[in-house]
């Protein structure tokens, strides 16, 4: 079992800056391929950024690239996502998850463990 915390969600403005982090338990963390998902109201849940078990790969949503980094830190069980020039349509609960794979699924379905969700809200 693997229990995933993320933090670091808030209220900011466009252009801002948010890091968000996600802190894992319970499983060998550097077996996991990490994800980051988010889901505004009435969208389904998208994967946002994904990075590999041994952190050598990584992928971005189009709409995201140049502007987010998701990186791992394995030695103390946290993945985390860097926000930057953050746009009003960044809108969303931001969730962490864990796949049991080398390198990160696009797809929801694939991942077995999920955090709670952090919001982010940015104001035009």
């Known amino acids: 079992q693997v229990q995933l915390v993320e933090a670091g969600g808030g209220l900011v403005q466009t252009g801002d800056s948010l890091r968000l982090a996600c802190a894992a338990s319970g499983r060998t963390f550097g077996s996991d391929a990490m994800g980051w998902f988010r889901q505004a109201p009435g969208k389904e849940r998208q994967l946002v950024a994904g990075i590999s078990a041994n952190d050598n790969g990584a992928y971005y949503a189009g709409s995201v690239k140049g502007r987010f980094t998701i990186s791992r830190d394995n030695a103390k069980n946290t993945v985390y996502l860097q926000m930057n020039s953050l746009k009003p349509e960044d809108t969303a609960v931001y969730y962490c998850?864990?796949?049991?794979?080398?390198?990160?699924?696009?797809?929801?379905?694939?991942?077995?463990?999920w955090g709670q969700g952090t919001q982010v809200t940015v104001s035009s």
């Open positions: 998850a864990a796949a049991r794979y080398l390198y990160s699924p696009r797809q929801v379905g694939e991942y077995a463990y």
